[in-house]
């Protein structure tokens, strides 16, 4: 798979629409001699570049919540979206549109930043009313509601502005073409730091597949592990969000590959593997995104699913129970 991963961000940087093609960009990368280096260098490091490195941390974020909301939820079919990151951010970038007329790049990255954490920590609050030990249960309800909720407010507030809808329109298909070297340092803030976050997680969350009371004789806390990995969590899908726009799918389907393909039981195995899953599936979406409509773009978030899907009903055909089971 890490083979893979870096066959595919080779081609990201050596393929894409206009004049710079595969040699030319492969001779600047080798430090040979190329007609018009000046403006090759800037394509690579200043276009391709920003979006590979978005697209890598996006995916390999998304890949690890999933699977750290999958752990906590014990629902295999769980997904980043169900903590209200997807719909916090949606509704905040409503707002802003409605509020400001119209948004910039880091305008658009601030507020769906702000709105994700908010949305996540409206779940939180909800989940642990009356019971302090935030119920899987309870935290799947209460990310429904905040989505629900999120979206009918959402289509009021777009409807009072038209130019409002048409930015929206284009944020919430998610690209990566918005990614720029100056969106980069804010935008992949919160992304690393729910990475890290996920990676120090991965062998405590494993305990709880044993039960709260098992995990705790075992000197887990249940409790606190809870709250850390839905952190981690929301800092990896509301950067991811908020850089890109709202990829769907992705956040359920590289978990679920990752134990296909061998990932096991073992938590940290499962999360490593879903990580490169997750970076090599956006990687490969988002280039055939920028070559299959050229001179246009497709939606990143369509081409995932068109993707992700195949392979996934491949391999519940295969294995009707592929990461199902139930553990007691």
């Known amino acids: 798979m890490a083979a893979l991963l870096a066959l595919l961000s080779l081609a990201a940087l050596l393929l894409g629409p206009g004049r710079v093609g595969p040699a030319a960009g492969w001779a600047w990368l080798s430090g040979a001699a190329v007609d018009d280096a000046e403006h090759v260098g800037m394509v690579l490091t ?6 590979l490195l978005a697209a890598l941390l996006v995916g390999a974020a998304l890949g690890a919540a999933g699977v750290l909301l999958q752990a906590v939820t014990r629902n295999p079919l769980a997904e980043p979206g169900l903590l209200g990151v997807n719909a916090g951010a949606t509704l905040a970038i409503a ?8 948004l910039g790049a880091l305008g658009l990255l601030g507020w769906a930043l702000l709105g994700a954490l908010a949305g996540s920590a409206l779940v939180l609050l909800l989940a642990r009313a009356g019971d302090a030990r935030m119920s899987p249960l ?6 429904l509601a905040v989505a629900a909720s999120a979206r009918g407010f959402m289509a009021f507030l777009l409807l009072s502005s038209q130019q409002g809808l048409d930015q929206f329109r284009f944020w ?12 980069l340092g804010p935008g992949l803030a919160p992304l690393l730091a729910g990475l890290l976050l996920a990676l120090l997680l991965a062998r405590p969350l494993g305990l709880l597949a044993l039960g709260d009371e098992l995990a705790a004789s075992l000197g887990g806390r249940p409790g606190l592990l ?3 990995a839905v952190l981690a969590v929301a800092l990896m899908a509301g950067g ?3 850089l890109v726009g709202p990829i769907a799918f992705l956040g359920f389907v590289a978990p679920y590959l990752a134990r296909g393909l061998g990932g096991g039981h073992e938590l940290g195995r499962q999360l ?14 988002d280039l055939l995104a920028r070559l299959i409509v050229q001179p246009f773009e497709a939606p990143v978030s369509a081409v995932v699913a068109l993707l992700g899907a195949p392979v996934l009903v491949w391999m519940v055909r295969r294995e009707p129970t592929l990461g199902l089971e139930t553990r007691e």
């Open 226 to 228: 809870r709250w850390a």
């Open 46 to 51: 200043q276009l391709r570049a920003p979006r």
């Open 272 to 285: 490593r593997r879903a990580m490169l899953i997750g970076a090599a599936l956006l990687i490969a979406a």
């Open 172 to 183: 919430v298909l998610g690209s990566l073409a918005r990614v720029t070297p100056e969106l």
């Open 138 to 143: 309870r935290l799947v309800l209460a990310g």
């Open 240 to 242: 991811a969000v908020a």
């Open 95 to 102: 707002a802003g549109l409605v509020l400001q007329g119209s």
